[in-house]
Structures are given as C-alpha cells and as structure tokens.
C-alpha cells in the first residue's frame, strides 16, 4: 500500500505587482516593504519591462533571496500595462494590488486594507495615499484626496463619482483618483476578463478601476494605510504626447458609449476635458511639423475643444509679442 502525503498549500492573501523600469536605486526598497507586511501571506510579482540597466539582475536576485518574491520579464519594453498583465497571468492571491517601483509601504498597510476589504465587502478597496518627496521620504507628507472626510470611515465610488474624481477641475484641482493603489479582488477580474490595455501608457490605472466599476465592482476609499508615493521631479506623469492622451481619450469614450446616466454624462466631461489637451498637443506637433492638414484636423473636434485650442493659441500670441517687446526695449 502506497502512502498518500499531502502537500499543504499556503493561502496567498495579497499578490504585490511591481512593474520595473531603471529602478535599480529604489526596486529594493519597494520589495522590501512588501514583504514587511506582517499577518498577510503576501507575493510579490516583479517584472521587468526590458530595462537597459541592471534592474533584471537585481530583480532576480531578490527573487533567488526570498521564496514569496517571483522575477519576470517581458523580453521587449511594453510599458506597465503589459508588465502587470504578464503578473495577473500567474498572480495566485485573493487580491492583487501595484506598487510602483520607486514607492513604498509601511509595515501593516496590507493588513489593515484586507481587515476593512472584508468588512465592506469591497471589490475594490483603497486607501488615500501619501506623497512624499524624492530625497525626503521621511519628511513632510500629503494625502492625494483628503478622503473619506473627517468622521467618516470611508467613501463609496461610483462609475459617475469616480470619473469626476478624475476630471482637472474635480474640487479645484487634477483629479487623481486614478492614482491610487488599491486591494482588488482578483476573482472579479477573473470573471469580467479585466485587465489593463497595453496600448496606454498614460492612464491605465483609471480604464481599469473604471471597467470594473462599469461591471458591478464595490469601490471603496478608507483613510490612508501606508502607501508612499514618491514624487520626483522628473516624473512622467505630469507631461504626454499626443500618443498617449489620444489613447486615453479613445478609452474614455468606448466607457461614454457603454455607459447610461449621471456615468454617461460624468464620462463625457471627462473625454471633452482629455480631447482638449489631446488635440492641443496634436497642434503643437503640427505647427513645428508645418503640416497643415493635421493643423486642420485638430479643429475638427467638438465646439468646446476647438474653443480651447483657439484661446490657447491666442495666450501663446499674447506671451511671445510680450517677450519680443521686453526684448526690444
């Protein structure tokens, strides 16, 4: 008679998925704070998007020093898109979550969020985060949203509340809810066949946490838990070719035309607010191309957008004739 061993299977409760390009100086740091996470069985899933450093050897020898901690790459630069996807393909956690490379948690975010996911019975779960800046970690630090407001445990989103989270005007400001990095329940992406498009670079975060919205997902924001994000001056996510708003902007409106209600209307803000900076950077490319049919195309937009671009151009008049006087004076 043959004796049958079972093998116990440890439960992962978080899969941590660090998409790493040239972060040599901060992948460490980011890893580490992953696995400081006591009281969740965690993994974490770096790919390396084909960076020309040595940000793959350091991948992988963190992966050879720690059993929970798994190097990939994506052989050809993909951009964060494919570098999560190609972690979601293997990720084994009831939740997922990102980290970016040069940020970091401190000890017991996981376990917090993951205590209040299943309370709230959350799809998605976030926590307001904190930003610091880059050569000051421990210095001063500023939450991203000020939300949920005092006296409240947390703040329900919806497709239409989120999107306005995300519009430049939203309370004064950028909106950034997109920004955040929340727990999510890997078992809906399953289901609803999420995942990120590889064909943005620019505001993946959002067309995803905007589908699941769109699918029925559970979002929920507590106050922050410990996520750090650093902010370095030469950061890209505050400047985008016409390439990445364009694909932006075709992602919003395919949301737009699925969606009904207060979403429908929230959505189309938001795409009208995207085409402006879209066809205002198209035209800045044009003019410096001399290429006039594209000139005219950027015109061939909504009355708003052209509006915009009309009044952009009349700024850029005013400030150049204003330059060339103090120059000739």
């Known amino acids: 008679m043959v004796e049958t061993v079972q093998v116990e299977t440890v439960q992962i409760d978080v899969s941590v998925i660090v998409a790493a390009y040239k972060c040599v100086a901060t992948l460490e740091r980011a890893v580490h704070s992953c696995l400081d996470q006591p009281g969740v069985a965690v993994e974490v899933i770096i790919v390396d998007d084909a960076s020309p450093d040595d940000t793959l050897d350091l991948a992988r020898q963190l992966a050879e020093a720690h059993d929970t901690v798994i190097a990939l790459t994506t052989g050809v630069n993909k951009g964060p898109s494919g570098a999560r996807n190609m972690a979601l393909e293997i990720a084994k956690g009831t939740y997922v979550t990102v980290l970016d490379s040069d940020d970091f948690m401190e000890p017991g975010r996981l376990a917090r969020m993951l205590a209040q996911a299943r309370v709230l019975q959350a799809t998605i779960l976030a926590d307001d985060l904190y930003k610091v800046m880059e050569g000051d970690e421990e210095g001063p630090r500023t939450r991203l949203l000020d939300l949920p407001k ?58 995803l946490y905007a589908e699941a919205l769109a699918a029925g997902a559970a979002f929920q924001i507590v106050p922050p838990a410990g996520y750090f994000a650093v902010v370095r001056p030469d950061s890209l996510s505050g400047s985008h070719g016409a390439k990445d708003l364009g694909a932006l902007a075709r992602r919003i409106k395919a949301l737009r035309d699925a969606a009904t209600g207060p979403a429908r209307d929230a959505l189309q803000a938001l795409w009208i607010d995207t085409m402006k900076r879209y066809n205002w950077v198209r035209l800045i490319d044009a003019v410096k191309a001399r290429d ?8 061939k937009a909504p009355p708003s957008v052209s509006v915009h671009l009309i009044n952009c151009l009349g700024e850029q008049f005013v400030l150049r004739t204003g330059r060339l006087l103090g120059r000739s004076t």
């Open 292 to 299: 006039l049919a594209e000139i005219a195309a950027c015109f």
């Open 150 to 207: 005092p006296g409240s445990d947390c703040f329900a989103v919806d497709l239409a509340e989120f999107t306005r989270g995300n519009m430049t005007t939203y309370n004064g400001a950028r909106g950034e809810m997109g920004f955040l990095k929340p727990l999510i329940l890997r078992g809906f992406l399953e289901e609803h066949g999420l995942r990120y498009h590889e064909d943005m670079r620019l505001g993946e975060d959002f067309a």
